[in-house]
């Protein structure tokens, strides 16, 4: 189910099937000037169905938003064989509960995903983005709310990179190139993108005031296509952690901008304490309140891994965060969900699942422990 059935120019929106790969989605909009702006590492073997089963984020959803944002209408075929068609591509329909939500982010639990209708936008002529070291976490929220105000819509992306991920990342084995020195506290990369020919000069302003302030310490900025995917690289080659590191261990939070600097300080006094042997790669879409953190600690077995798991988890503020921000509950975090839902919000998720799925066929054992 790999067919990209139409592309509707006039409307903005475009018909898949669920075996759609990402970038091949890409692709096909580009030619008429559209971008579907999904944006993320596993974009070269990532499929809509499966986009849209873990509600994707990525790297623009600063932008335009997570899958959620991004669906105007689903096929689903539900647990008893009923198909349930809600391809319909208009924006507004306020006629009863809005099912296709239910489907989006419900990791293949409720029903399987067969086509969908995708929102598109005009793609960006112009585009600036920039890698930027700072002296302290501080200067990057003053940078992100400056950001915000200066681009409005413009700005597409904020990543935050500690500055061990940026260290790794541009060693000599990762194969990307140093952009600036390796010795910063503190590391940002941020895009803008428009239709308005002065992007480039927008940046500039923006960082020469910021440099100014002294709230950035050193920033580089580039506009062709070769040199911004080299800056991506080296925030998106995170495989390259994986061959350097084994075990890791993978964590996707949510939290307020406001507590992250000292939340990651808690997590690393905690493992610290814990074990003799610690590295905390910590990244993410900070301009999303997401941040994940990749964390060796030399021992693997099981009960290391629950250590980490508890230190990550319980150092999250307990009210707005989230123990999954991307990547979904699936099998591995279903202890952990309530840490980030109530008993109430679990029970009604049961609910639903019991009444779309009474013989738990779908994806069983998914989210939750029994239904
Ligand atoms: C290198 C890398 C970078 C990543 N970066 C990001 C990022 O920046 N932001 C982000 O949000 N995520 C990120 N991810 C996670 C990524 O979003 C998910 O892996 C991807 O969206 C899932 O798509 P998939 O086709 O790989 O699905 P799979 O891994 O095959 O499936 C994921 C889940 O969806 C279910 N599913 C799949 N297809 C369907 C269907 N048609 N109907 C119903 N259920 C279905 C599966 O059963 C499974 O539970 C990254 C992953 C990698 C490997």
């Given amino acids: 189910m790999n067919a990209i059935q139409q592309v509707d120019n006039i409307n903005q929106f475009v018909e898949v099937e669920a075996g759609v790969i990402l970038e091949n989605l890409h692709q096909k909009v580009k030619e008429s000037g559209f971008i579907f702006p999904l944006d993320l590492g596993a974009k070269g073997?990532?499929?809509?169905?499966?986009?849209?089963a873990t509600n994707a984020g990525g790297l623009q959803a600063l932008r335009y938003g997570v899958m959620r944002n991004l669906v105007l209408g689903l096929e689903v075929v539900l647990?008893?064989?009923t198909i349930l068609n809600n391809l319909n591509p208009v924006l507004k329909n306020n006629t009863g509960y809005d099912l296709k939500h239910l489907f989006i982010g419900s990791e293949g639990t409720l029903g399987i995903i067969t086509r969908a209708i995708l929102k598109l936008n005009p793609a960006p002529a112009f585009f600036s983005t920039a890698f930027i070291a700072l002296e302290n976490f501080e200067n990057s929220r003053e940078l992100l709310n400056r950001a915000k105000i200066f681009f409005g819509d413009k700005l597409t992306s904020f990543e935050i990179l500690w500055p061990a991920f940026y260290r790794l990342l541009t060693n000599e084995n990762s194969g990307n190139k140093k952009v600036m020195p390796d010795n910063y506290p503190l590391y940002v990369l941020?895009?803008?993108?428009?239709?308005?020919?002065?992007?480039?000069?927008?940046m500039e302003v923006?960082?020469?005031?910021?440099l100014n302030d002294n709230i950035v310490v050193d920033a580089v900025?580039?506009?062709?296509?070769?040199?911004?995917?080299?800056f991506w690289q080296i925030r998106e080659n995170i495989d390259h952690i994986?061959?350097?590191h084994n075990p890791i261990f993978n964590f996707d939070v949510s939290l307020p901008v406001s507590e992250m600097e000292q939340y990651v300080a808690k997590v690393d006094a905690e493992l610290k304490q814990n074990f003799s042997v610690v590295y905390n790669y910590v990244f993410g879409h900070m301009g999303d309140g997401n941040l994940?953190?990749?964390i060796n600690c030399?021992?693997?077995?099981?009960?290391?891994?629950?250590?980490?798991?508890?230190?990550?988890y319980a150092a999250l503020p307990s009210t707005h965060s989230s123990v999954s921000a991307e990547h979904g509950i699936g099998l591995t975090k279903k202890k952990w969900l309530p840490f980030s839902r109530s008993p109430q919000e679990i029970a009604v998720m049961k609910s639903i699942k019991n009444v779309l799925d009474p013989n738990n066929i779908m994806n069983p054992g998914k989210i939750f422990y029994c239904y």
């Fill in 298 to 312: 030399g021992e693997g077995n099981t009960d290391a891994k629950e250590l980490v798991e508890k230190i990550v």
């Fill in 79 to 81: 647990a008893d064989g």
């Fill in 45 to 52: 073997s990532c499929m809509i169905g499966g986009n849209i």
């Fill in 242 to 244: 994986l061959v350097q």
């Fill in 206 to 210: 923006f960082l020469e005031s910021a």
């Fill in 190 to 202: 941020t895009e803008i993108a428009g239709s308005d020919r002065a992007i480039p000069f927008q």
């Fill in 221 to 230: 900025f580039v506009q062709q296509q070769e040199d911004r995917k080299q």
């Fill in 292 to 294: 994940h953190l990749m």
